[in-house]
Structures are given as C-alpha cells and as structure tokens.
C-alpha cells in the first residue's frame, strides 16, 4: 500500500499539516455526528473529574505511554 503513488502523496501531505500547522481535518470518514457527540461529553466528563481519579489511569513509560513521539 505505502508504494501507492497516491498514498505516499496523502501521508506526505498529513505529515507536512502537522509539522507545519499542527493538525489536520478528515471529513467523509462516515464517523456518525451521534457518536462523536457521545465522545465528545465523555470527554467533558473525563476532564471534569477530580485530579485523582485522572491518575487510576495514568500512563506511564514503562506501560508504552511514549507522549508526542
């Protein structure tokens, strides 16, 4: 697949987005408006929790957390 000419054009274009803009929008991924919606306030929900129930999932190093790599 990686020796697509199109492919390699695609993720040549994702990588420079977020190098050079930092982000980059998918569209017609045909994810439903519902479901990221729900993601959405479980995600309000998580960050709306106490510090300490943050950490019992906490990811560390040593578990493959590896950050912005």
Do not use: N, W
Not at 42 to 63: G, R, S, V
């Amino acid at each position: 697949m990686a020796e697509d000419a199109g492919v390699a054009e695609v993720v040549e274009k994702i990588d420079r987005a977020c190098r050079d803009v930092g982000f980059f929008y998918v569209f017609g991924h045909g994810i439903s408006e519902g479901l990221m919606k729900k993601v959405k306030e479980m995600t309000h929900q998580f960050f709306e929790l106490p510090y300490e129930e943050k950490l019992k999932i906490k990811i560390t190093p040593a578990a493959g957390y590896r950050g912005y790599q």
